[in-house]
Structures are given as structure tokens and as C-alpha cells.
């Protein structure tokens, strides 16, 4: 997780992602609470209580829906910062299971 500024702000902005437990394919939280796999479509968080908040309900479905949630920083247009995040949001480099 980013560090967070003195007012509770995450010093980037983030996304939460993980993977679906089903299939495996990545996904982000969108911003209905629901699971897309389109970052475009990812609920981007700037709190650092929010964040916290989100992941941990996150952690919480990782026996039913998902695998290894966490958050990823962005930019302001909701681009990943670092390569691996940027080509896990850009979609597999391998087929998905059906």
C-alpha cells in the first residue's frame, strides 16, 4: 500500500485489484462495489481510511470470489505507475480458463 500524507491522504492515487477466483482473470473494483476487468471502469481511491476499508472487505471474499487483493497506484487518469500493474490492466499475455 502507498504511504499516506498527515490528512489521511495515500500519496497516489489507487485502484484495488485481484484476481477471480474462478478463472483467474485480473480484476478492479468498479465504483458500484461491484468486480470489473476493465481498469477503465475501477473505482479510483485518494483515503487512506477508504482504502483500508476497501481492501479488507476485499480480503474478506478471498475463500469465494477472489485472490489476493491489493492496491495499485495510478495516476490521475487511473494508469497504473509501475510495468507489472500496467500490463496485468492491459489483459492477459495468456488465455483465460473458461
Known amino acids: 500500500m502507498s504511504k499516506t500524507s498527515t490528512k489521511g491522504r495515500v500519496a497516489a492515487p489507487q ?3 485481484a484476481n477471480d477466483l474462478k478463472n483467474g482473470a485480473v480484476v478492479f473494483l468498479d465504483k458500484a462495489g461491484g468486480w470489473t476487468t476493465r481498469i477503465s471502469e475501477a473505482r479510483v481511491i485518494d483515503d487512506a481510511a ?5 481492501l479488507d472487505k476485499a480480503n474478506a471474499l478471498q475463500a469465494t470470489q477472489l485472490v489476493g487483493p491489493y492496491l495499485v ?12 500493474e500496467l500490463i496485468r490492466a492491459e489483459g492477459p499475455t495468456a488465455p483465460l480458463f473458461a
Open 73 to 84: 497506484d495510478v495516476d490521475a487518469a487511473g494508469r497504473p505507475l509501475h510495468l507489472r
Open 50 to 54: 477508504e482504502a483500508a476499508t476497501l
Open 15 to 17: 485502484v484495488l485489484t
